[in-house]
């Protein structure tokens, strides 16, 4: 059975940094796609970072591009979400999600790309 449990949120004043952990059980590797969605009160579920487990390729939400970095840890089977610089408009619940890139060329910023979700962690950051 795939699972993904997120860890590492917090309150932080803007300008500090946190460090995301996802860590993933019951995965076949080939071809997943690893992503972090964020999603704020009263909005809808927001792309921000994703990697592919076997090329290590990454993709970024713009408004995130310079200040948070996703990488995959083989060792731990996890993949983590590095963020520095932190705005108050970076506040909100962050999922670690898992799904399935036949090719890199898909679109990787969309919820329906991922069919596993972890339970989130909430990001807070004071101004």
Partial sequence: QVQLTESGG?????GASLRLSCTLSGFVFTKH???W???APGKEREFVAAITWTSGKTWYNESVKGRFTISRDNDKTAIDLQMDRLKPEDTAVYYCA???LPREDMNVMT???YDTWGQGTQVTVSS
């Fill in 10 to 14: 917090g309150l932080v004043q803007a």
């Fill in 33 to 35: 796609l690893l992503g």
């Fill in 37 to 39: 969605f964020r999603q």
């Fill in 98 to 100: 898992a799904g399935y």
């Fill in 111 to 113: 919820t329906k790309r």
